[in-house]
Nanobody, 115 residues
Framework: QVQVTESGGGVVEAGGSLRLSCEAT????????MGWYRQAPGKQRELVAT???????NYKESLKARFTISNDKDKNTAYLEINSLKPEDTGVYYC?????????WGQGAQVTVSV
């Protein structure tokens, strides 16, 4: 079992930056891939970025310029840095941890971008 906990959400002014953290506990040694999804109000959940245990990152193309995913394997933690925040970045950001057998989800972190 893996538990996933997001932190770092909040209210940020447009143009600002934010860093979300995602800590995996439990059988974290079995994680092969961690990822970030987001869900804006009234919209479907979408994949933002993923990072493998070896550090290979992939992004949704339209977000690549402003989003950076990274990880700290010693801390079993993944990060998502968002720059030049826009109101349309508002939503709940979810972290996932994939062991190859199962995908574990966190409860989500609310990000609100104010104008």
């Amino acid at each position: 079992q893996v538990q996933v906990t997001e932190s770092g959400g909040g209210v940020v002014e447009a143009g600002g930056s934010l860093r979300l953290s995602c800590e995996a506990t439990g059988s974290a040694h079995s994680i092969r891939l961690m990822g970030w999804y987001r869900q804006a109000p009234g919209k479907q959940r979408e994949l933002v970025a993923t990072i493998s245990s070896s550090g290979t990152a992939n992004y949704k193309e339209s977000l690549k310029a402003r989003f950076t995913i990274s990880n700290d394997k010693d801390k079993n933690t993944a990060y998502l840095e968002i720059n030049s925040l826009k109101p349309e970045d508002t939503g709940v950001y979810y972290c996932t941890a994939n062991t190859g057998y199962r995908n574990y989800w966190g409860q989500g972190a609310q990000v609100t971008v104010s104008v």
